[in-house]
């Protein structure tokens, strides 16, 4: 199973509301991501997981917040977000060494009104 | 400021053209993947490049890896509709921590 699973695939959510994305995957991989993506533009890396810890957020607004419950889940917590926030929402994991060869998810598209 | 950057940033062709895409950064990547995304998609991963000088094959595409480990090229043979994407570079650097390069959009034409 290379598969990564997100949910839901669409959100639209107003600036007050408090609501989160969920990320899954069972190849074992002790590293996962999050990754934002704007129209046209590539990936950008958010935060990384590494062992169920938190090991890398690329300064991050707090309205953001991660969460690794176990190796095959990553939550992202949205809490008062702003229009520009909305955004394609990728998770990602991979198994630690040299190749990190990561595996995506289909996304999240994300809407704030 | 990009750290990785791709050029062209669009390429539209004929079906059957051979076709470059270069990734080039000022910095040393311990190792480099190459993505390509459709609309609405996660990226999906071709290849992934540890060595400098490194080739690697995929059916019709080929990926380099410059001796320096400070770019990459990727090239495809007789391109298909199918080819038709976002292709990526992304550079890893410091263990985990990954740069997508700012993406080649590909059209190529039946």
């Known amino acids: 199973d290379t598969e990564v699973t997100q949910t839901p695939k669409h959100l639209v959510m107003g600036m007050t509301n408090k609501k989160s994305l969920k990320c899954e995957q069972h190849?074992?991989?002790?590293?996962m991501y999050w990754y934002k993506q704007k129209a046209k533009k590539p990936p950008e890396l958010m935060f990384v997981y590494s062992y169920e810890k938190l090991s890398i957020n690329e300064s991050v607004p707090s309205r953001f917040s991660p969460e690794c419950p176990n190796s095959s889940l990553l939550n992202l917590h949205l809490h008062a977000l702003q229009p520009e926030d909305s955004a394609l929402y990728l998770c990602?994991?991979?198994?630690?060494?040299?190749?990190?060869?990561?595996?995506f998810g289909p996304g999240t598209r994300l809407t704030v009104t | 400021t990009q750290l990785l950057e791709q050029s062209p940033q669009f390429l539209s062709i004929q079906e059957g053209e051979n076709l470059t895409v270069y990734c080039n950064s000022s910095?040393?990547?311990?190792?480099l993947q190459w993505y390509r995304q459709e609309p609405g998609e996660g990226p999906v991963l071709l290849v992934t490049?540890?060595?400098?000088?490194e080739v690697k094959k995929l059916k019709r595409l080929t990926f380099q890896f410059g001796d320096a480990r400070k770019d990459s090229s990727l090239h495809i043979t007789a391109a298909q509709p199918g080819d038709t994407g976002l292709y990526l570079c992304?550079?890893?650097?410091?263990?985990?921590?990954?740069?997508f390069g700012s993406g080649t959009k590909l059209n190529v034409k039946p």
């Open positions: 490049v540890v060595t400098g000088g």
């Open positions: 190849m074992g991989h002790r590293a």
């Open positions: 992304a550079g890893i650097y410091n263990f985990n921590k990954f740069y």
């Open positions: 910095s040393v990547f311990s190792s």
């Open positions: 990602a994991s991979s198994q630690e060494g040299v190749s990190y060869e990561q595996y």
